[in-house]
C-alpha cells in the first residue's frame, strides 16, 4: 500500500467510525424508552417523506453497519492489491453503507424501499467489482435478479399496506388498530413482503446468490454478506412484526422456511471445502435461525433473534476477514490445503480461534448466549420438540464448521502453499481480532447490556414493553441439556469432520442454483423466439401490435367497467351532420381502396378537411382553422415526397389488406365507444363551464381556446410541437435523399 493509501485509509474509515460513536451516545436515551425522530418533505403530494426514526431495532441494527463498516474499510485498505481502483471500490462501499444505514432508519415506507433497492444495486457493483472475471459478473447479475425480484413483490407489499391502513410510515403501521390481520389485502401484503424478505435474506429456495456473491473481494464478503445487506430481510420481519405478527400464516410461513433454510444450509456448508463458501452457507443457516424466530413471534423468540443477530455479525465477519487473510497471504483457501498456520500467522490464528469460539456457542463469548436463548425459545409449545431437536441439529454442526473454518487451517502440521505463508499485516489481522474480542467481551458483559442494548431492540420487535434477561446459567432443565448435548456432540462432530463432509456430499439436494440457470435459459428462449415472431423488421407489425395492445386493453376497461353504453341525444343530429359524417366515411373507404398513392393522399385530405368542416359546424373555427392547416401541408408534403416513389403502390395480398381493414375497424370502433363513454359520464357541470369560468381569473386569457392550450393543456400542447417538429425533421431528411436514378425508376 503506498503512503498516500496509507493516510488516507483512516480518514475513509473516520467516517463510520464517527457514526458508530454517534449511535453509542444514544443508547441511554433509547435505553429509556425514548426514540430519535427526524422528517424532511419529499413528495408532498403523495405524503411522501424522507422520515427517520431511531429505536432499539434500528440502533441496534446501526451499531452494527457503523462499526463493521469502520473496520472493513480499515480491512480493505490492505486487503485491495495496488493496480485495484481504489477510488471506485470505496465510492461503492460508502455508498452501499449508506443505503443500508438509510434503510434501517426510513420511517417512510417509500423511503425505505428506494434505500432497499440502493442496496440492491450497490451490492450488485461491489460483488462485480472484478468486472473482468466472468464469475464476478455472472454473480452480480445472480444477485441482482434475485434481489431485485424481490424487491418488486416488496414495492407491491407495501403499497397494499400503506392502501389498507391509510398510512405511509412503519410506525403508523405498528400503531394498535391501524391493519386488520384477516384482511385479504393485508395477508397479501404480507406474502408479498415476505417474498422480498427471503430472497434478500437468502432463504431456501433464494438462497443460492450468496454463495455465488463470494465472487465478491472478501472485505466485500465480509460486509455484506454476513453483517448487513443479507440481515435487510431479517430487519424487514423484525420492523413489521407487530403490524403483521397477527396474519394467520406469519409463523407458518416464516418458521418453516427459516427452519429448513437452517438445517439444509449447514449440511451444504459440510460440502464445501473453500473457506468463504464455507463461512457462505453457515451464514445463510444463520439467517435462516433469524427468520425461523422472527416466525415464532414470541418475546423469548425475539429476545434470541437480538442476541444471535449481535453474534453472527461480530464472529462471522471475522471469519470472513480471517479467510481473506489467509488467502492473501498463502494464495489458497482449500480448507483440506491449509495447515499448522498458527506458527507463522500467530495474530491472525488468535483471531479466528476468539471467533469460532463463539461461533461454537462457547462460553463466555456472546455465541454462547445466543444459542442459549435460541434453546429457551424452542423449549415451549405444541411443537417445542420438533423445533429443539431442529436447531440441536443446527447447533451440532455449526460447532464442527466453527473447528474446521476457525482451527482447522492454523493446527497441525505446517502444510506447503502456494505462497511462503507469513503473517498479514496489522491492517489485515487487527480488524478481524478486534471483532473476536468483542464477541467475547460482549458476551462476558451480557448480562449488563441485555436492559440498555437488546431490550429497546426486543421492545421495537415485539410492538410493546419487554424486559429481557441474560445468564450464563440457565438452571436444572431442558435448556442446560440441550446446551451440553450441542456441545459434547459438537465436540465429536469436529473430530469425525472429514466423515460427515463424505456424507453430507452423498445427500441428494438438487442445487437451487440449476434451477436458476434453466429458468434464466427459458427466458432467454422465449425472448428469442418473440424476437423472431414479433421484431422481424415490418414497420407494419410493429404497429398492428401497438395497435391491437392498446385496443385490447381498452376494451377490457370499457367492459369490466361497465362503461360502454350508448349515448343519448340522436334526435338532436342535423341532416348537414349525418352528410358530413358520410363525407368522412367516403372518404375514408376510397383511402383504403385506393390503388395510387396520389389517390390515396387526396382521398385522406378529403376526410381531414370534413373533419374541420364538423368544427365549423359545432362552433370551433379555431380549431377548423388548424385542422385546414395541417391537413393542406400534409397532403403538400407527401406530395413533394413522391417524386422519389414509384408511381403505383405495391400490391399487397387480400388477406393482408383485410387484416388491415379489420385493424382500422377495431380501432374507430375502439375510439368510438370510448367517447360515448366519455360523453355518457359527464357530471352534472360541463367541463367547457369551468373553462369558460376559469380562463380569465386562472389565466387572465379572453380567447378561451389559446388559454386550453397554452394553460390547461400546455404539456399535451408542447408534446404535439414536439411531435409535429420531429415529424417535420424527418420529412426534411427525406426531402434531402438523392437516390441513384436505377433506384428512382425501380
Same mark, same amino acid.
Given at each position: ?9 483512516? @480518514? ?50 446501526? @451499531? ?133 424478505? @427471503? ?25 455484506? !454478506? ?111 490445503? @491449509? ?82 505463508? !507469513? ?324
Amino acid at each position: 500500500m503506498s503512503p498516500r493509501d496509507r493516510a488516507r485509509a483512516p @480518514l475513509l474509515a473516520a467516517i463510520p467510525a464517527a457514526l458508530f460513536v454517534y449511535f453509542l451516545t444514544l443508547v441511554p436515551t433509547i435505553s429509556d424508552g425514548s426514540t430519535v425522530e427526524g422528517s424532511v418533505e419529499w413528495i408532498p403530494l403523495l405524503d411522501v417523506a424522507l422520515s427517520f426514526r431511531i429505536d432499539g431495532l434500528s440502533l441496534i441494527f446501526g @451499531l452494527l453497519i457503523t462499526g463493521v463498516g469502520a473496520l472493513v474499510v480499515v480491512y480493505a485498505s490492505a486487503y485491495l492489491d495496488r493496480d485495484v481502483p481504489r477510488a471506485r471500490f470505496f465510492s461503492f462501499l460508502l455508498l452501499f453503507m449508506g443505503s443500508m444505514l438509510g434503510l434501517v432508519l426510513a420511517d417512510d415506507l417509500i423511503a425505505l424501499f428506494v434505500f432497499w433497492e440502493l442496496t440492491s444495486i450497490t451490492s450488485f457493483a461491489l460483488i462485480g467489482f472484478e468486472h473482468r472475471k466472468v464469475s464476478a459478473r455472472d454473480a452480480a447479475r445472480q444477485a441482482l435478479l434475485v434481489t431485485g425480484a424481490g424487491g418488486l413483490a416488496l414495492l407491491a407489499g407495501l403499497v397494499l399496506l400503506a392502501v389498507v391502513s391509510d398510512t405511509t410510515t412503519l410506525s403508523g403501521l405498528a400503531a394498535p388498530g391501524a391493519i386488520e390481520a384477516t384482511d385479504r389485502l393485508v395477508v397479501a401484503a404480507f406474502l408479498l413482503v415476505a417474498l422480498g424478505a @427471503l430472497t434478500k435474506s437468502a432463504q431456501m429456495p433464494f438462497h443460492f446468490w450468496l454463495p455465488g456473491a463470494m465472487a465478491a473481494p472478501t472485505p466485500v464478503s465480509a460486509y455484506l !454478506h454476513s453483517a448487513t445487506m443479507v440481515k435487510a430481510g431479517v430487519y424487514l420481519l423484525a420492523r413489521l412484526q407487530p403490524a403483521l405478527g397477527e396474519v394467520e400464516l406469519w409463523t407458518p410461513l416464516l418458521a418453516t422456511a427459516g427452519g429448513v433454510t437452517m438445517v439444509l444450509a449447514v449440511v451444504l456448508a459440510l460440502r464445501e471445502s473453500d473457506l468463504k463458501r464455507v463461512l457462505a452457507y453457515s451464514t445463510i443457516s444463520a439467517l435462516g435461525t433469524l427468520v425461523f424466530l422472527i416466525g415464532l413471534g414470541e418475546p423469548a423468540a425475539l429476545k434470541a433473534a437480538m442476541v444471535f443477530l449481535v453474534a453472527h455479525a461480530l464472529y462471522k465477519a471475522a471469519l470472513f476477514m480471517v479467510a481473506g487473510a489467509v488467502d492473501h497471504e498463502t494464495g489458497t483457501r482449500d480448507v483440506t490445503s @491449509l495447515g499448522g498456520l498458527r506458527t507463522v500467522m500467530p495474530l491472525t490464528a488468535a483471531a479466528a480461534a476468539l471467533a469460532a469460539l463463539s461461533k461454537a456457542g462457547l462460553p463466555p463469548a456472546l455465541g454462547f448466549l445466543g444459542k442459549e436463548t435460541v434453546f429457551a425459545a424452542t423449549v415451549e409449545g405444541e411443537t417445542a420438540v420438533l423445533l429443539s431437536a431442529a436447531f440441536l441439529v443446527t447447533a451440532i454442526l455449526t460447532f464442527a464448521l466453527a473447528a474446521l473454518t476457525g482451527l482447522r487451517p492454523f493446527t497441525g502440521a505446517l502444510k506447503p502453499t502456494p505462497r511462503a505463508a !507469513h503473517e498479514a499485516p496489522a491492517s489485515l489481522w487487527a480488524p478481524p481480532l478486534v471483532l473476536a474480542v468483542l464477541g467475547v467481551v460482549a458476551g462476558i458483559a451480557g448480562p449488563w447490556l441485555a436492559g440498555p442494548l437488546f431490550e429497546p431492540a426486543v421492545s421495537a420487535s415485539v410492538g410493546g414493553a419487554a424486559s429481557v434477561k441474560l445468564s450464563f446459567w440457565p438452571g436444572v432443565g431442558s435448556v442446560l441439556w440441550l446446551s451440553v448435548a450441542a456441545i459434547g456432540l459438537g465436540a465429536v462432530a469436529s473430530v469425525e469432520v472429514e466423515r460427515l463432509r463424505r456424507v453430507a456430499s452423498g445427500v441428494p439436494l438438487t442445487p437451487a442454483s440449476d434451477v436458476y440457470e434453466r429458468s434464466l435459459d427459458g427466458v432467454n428462449a422465449l425472448a428469442r423466439l418473440q424476437t423472431r415472431r414479433l421484431q422481424n423488421g415490418h414497420l407494419s407489425r410493429y404497429v398492428a401490435i401497438v395497435v391491437l395492445t392498446v385496443v385490447a386493453l381498452t376494451a377490457v376497461q370499457l367492459i369490466v367497467r361497465d362503461a360502454a353504453v350508448w349515448p343519448d341525444g340522436w334526435n338532436d343530429v342535423r341532416l348537414i351532420e349525418l352528410a358530413v359524417g358520410a363525407l368522412v366515411l367516403g372518404a375514408g373507404f376510397a383511402a383504403a381502396i385506393a390503388r395510387s398513392r396520389l389517390r390515396a393522399v387526396l382521398a385522406l385530405g378529403a376526410a381531414g378537411y370534413g373533419v374541420a368542416l364538423l368544427f365549423v359546424l359545432f362552433g370551433a373555427p379555431d380549431l377548423a382553422m388548424t385542422q385546414v392547416l395541417v391537413e393542406t401541408l400534409t397532403v403538400i408534403l407527401v406530395v413533394a415526397v413522391f417524386r422519389h416513389l414509384p408511381v403505383t403502390a405495391p400490391r399487397t395480398s387480400s388477406g393482408s389488406r383485410v387484416r388491415h381493414a379489420v385493424l382500422a375497424s377495431a380501432v374507430g370502433l375502439m375510439m368510438t365507444a370510448l367517447t360515448w363513454s366519455v360523453l355518457a359520464a359527464r357530471g352534472d357541470r360541463e367541463l367547457s363551464e369551468f373553462f369558460l369560468e376559469a380562463s380569465r381569473p386562472l389565466a387572465e386569457g379572453r380567447n378561451v381556446v389559446n388559454t386550453i392550450l397554452v394553460d390547461f393543456r400546455a404539456l399535451d400542447t408542447l408534446g404535439e410541437i414536439a411531435v409535429l417538429a420531429i415529424a417535420a425533421i424527418g420529412v426534411i431528411a427525406l426531402l434531402r435523399l438523392r437516390p441513384h436514378g436505377d433506384e428512382v425508376n425501380s
